[in-house]
């Protein structure tokens, strides 16, 4: 289903983007509200949009969110985990010598890599759910939406909050080649990321920056209540199960 276009700069909607006159020649349409053009991003290069989106521009965000057929969010979902899973596997084993490809030691870090990518769904879910959770719980405290002023519409939220996370495909690159400065830079990519998670989450919401903050500062605790939960359960029994199945073979 077609979602209906939205201004970038005030957020109203729109009945179009653009009129095309057909020959490539396109008139920007008018926002009915504010006077601006409701996209211009449309005639914009992706890499003009992309700069902004690290700005954290507000309009840069409606534009991917609203504007955008992006259907490749859990593509961006999957690569993420993997990266995430990566850089805990990396900091739980160091490389080491023993390269061969028989051993146990190696068969039961190629698990470990697996159960930690595990543990960031688990992780993930939980950020989410929390976040909704909380989104749930404002507005039935305040039902003249005061704090959200517009209908929640969940699936757009998810979408954006998982687009949101781009910043940590940086991830990988930063264990790679910021080896001294390493949890420095895995610091500063996540304060990024959720910093890009609130951007979204206001864009979505059309409520203010602390409902945003504040939405996203619950589901961070929720989730770092869950890694430490499944650190000290589930992975015990998970390293426990694979060096039984090492063990074995």
């Known amino acids: 289903m077609r979602r209906t276009p939205r201004c970038i700069e005030c957020g109203e909607c729109a009945a179009e983007l653009f009129k095309d006159y057909h020959r490539g020649v396109i008139r920007l349409a008018m926002c009915g509200k504010c006077g601006n053009p409701v996209d211009k991003y449309v005639e914009y290069d992706p890499a003009i949009i992309l700069i902004d989106l690290l700005l954290f521009k507000a ?29 805990r596997w990396t900091q739980l084993h160091p490389t080491s010598s023993n390269d061969d490809p028989s ?11 697996y159960w930690l990518c595990a543990l960031v769904v688990v992780e993930l879910n939980s950020y989410l759910v929390a976040a909704f959770g909380f989104l749930c719980l404002i507005t039935q405290l305040s039902p003249n939406w005061a704090i959200v002023p517009r209908p929640i519409d969940y699936r757009l939220l998810l979408r954006a909050l998982l687009l949101s996370n781009y910043g940590k495909l940086l991830l990988v690159p930063a264990v790679i080649w910021c080896h001294s400065h390493t949890l420095v830079c895995l610091a500063l990519l996540k304060l990024f990321t959720l910093a890009s998670n609130a951007q979204a989450a206001r864009v979505v919401l059309g409520t203010l920056h ?6 996203v500062l619950v589901a961070l605790f929720v989730e770092a209540a869950t890694a430490w939960v499944t650190r000290h359960l589930l992975w015990n ?10 063990i074995v073979h």
Do not use: P
């Not at 534009?63 to 899973?85: A, D």
């Not at 051993?103 to 890599?113: A, G, M, V």
């Open 103 to 113: 051993s146990i030691i190696r068969y039961t870090r190629e698990w470990d890599f």
């Open 210 to 215: 602390r409902t945003a903050c504040s939405m």
């Open 237 to 246: 029994y998970g390293t426990s199960l694979h060096m039984y199945s090492a």
């Open 59 to 87: 309009q840069a965000f409606r534009h991917v969110i609203f504007n955008t057929e992006t259907h490749f969010y859990w593509k961006i979902s999957f690569f993420c985990i993997l990266c995430e899973g990566y850089v």
